[in-house]
Every structure is written in structure tokens, then in C-alpha cells.
Nanobody, 129 residues
Framework: QVQPVESGGGSVQAGGSLRLSCVVS??????????MGWFRQAPGKEREGLAR????????YYADSVKGRFTVSQDNAKNTLTLQMKSLKPEDTAMYYC????????????????????WGQGTQVTVSS
């Protein structure tokens, strides 16, 4: 069973940086040819897709809310996904989730919850003003 596990969350002041990591266990061939993504959910809000990484070729896609501030990357072993976050704002405060999908067309899908089948438990990010 594919299981992402996030780490690296914490508290930071506005303008600061944080680096989140996601290690995926039970990685299968189909998932190795799919996508991984980062989402976040603030209290009372919908889960928001932030970034997507296509494991074949390494193409990325970012939501407008984080474009230019967040960077997603994957290590050579393809089982660790990183989200580098800079210029953090109080509105970035949320629980951050890592997810994976084996959909071969994931590079064209919207970054939406319905397209991802494996989820981590989340890591909290708090940005104070």
C-alpha cells in the first residue's frame, strides 16, 4: 500500500521559509509513473491543491496562490517529495498534505483531491504576523 508521510512543518514568522518533505513507502510501478502533489487545508476551508510533480520528466504545476514562492522537487530515488516555501504569509497557515496518484494522465489533471488516491496524515504550518 502506497503511504506518504509528511514532515517539516512548524511555526515561522511572516516572510520566513520552511521546507516540507514527503517520504512515500510502498511505492509501486504505477505510482512511480504518476504524480505527487501538495495540498493544504485551513480550518473551515476546502482542501486546496498547491503543487504537482509529474514523476516522468519532472514537470511541475503550481496554484496561483503559491506560484513564485513555493517550489516542489523530487529526489532521484523518486520516493521523497520536497516543498520549499519562502516569503510565507499568515494566510499560508494550514495543515499541509502530501498525496500521490498513479493516473498516467495526471500531468493534465487539475490539482484536485479527487485525482489523488494516496494521502499522508498532514503536517501543520503556522505563520505568524
Amino acid at each position: 500500500q502506497v503511504q506518504p508521510v509528511e514532515s517539516g512543518g512548524g511555526s515561522v514568522q511572516a516572510g520566513g521559509s520552511l521546507r516540507l518533505s514527503c517520504v512515500v513507502s510502498g511505492y509501486t510501478y504505477s505510482y512511480s509513473r504518476g504524480c505527487m502533489g501538495w495540498f493544504r487545508q485551513a480550518p473551515g476551508k476546502e482542501r486546496e491543491g498547491l503543487a504537482r510533480f509529474f514523476t516522468i520528466g519532472g514537470s511541475t504545476y503550481y496554484a496561483d496562490s503559491v506560484k513564485g514562492r513555493f517550489t516542489v522537487s523530487q529526489d532521484n530515488a523518486k520516493n521523497t517529495l520536497t516543498l520549499q516555501m519562502k516569503s510565507l504569509k499568515p494566510e499560508d497557515t494550514a495543515m499541509y498534505y502530501c498525496a500521490a496518484t498513479s493516473r498516467p494522465t495526471c500531468y493534465a489533471d487539475p490539482i484536485e483531491r479527487q485525482f489523488f488516491g494516496a494521502w499522508g496524515q498532514g503536517t501543520q504550518v503556522t505563520v505568524s504576523s
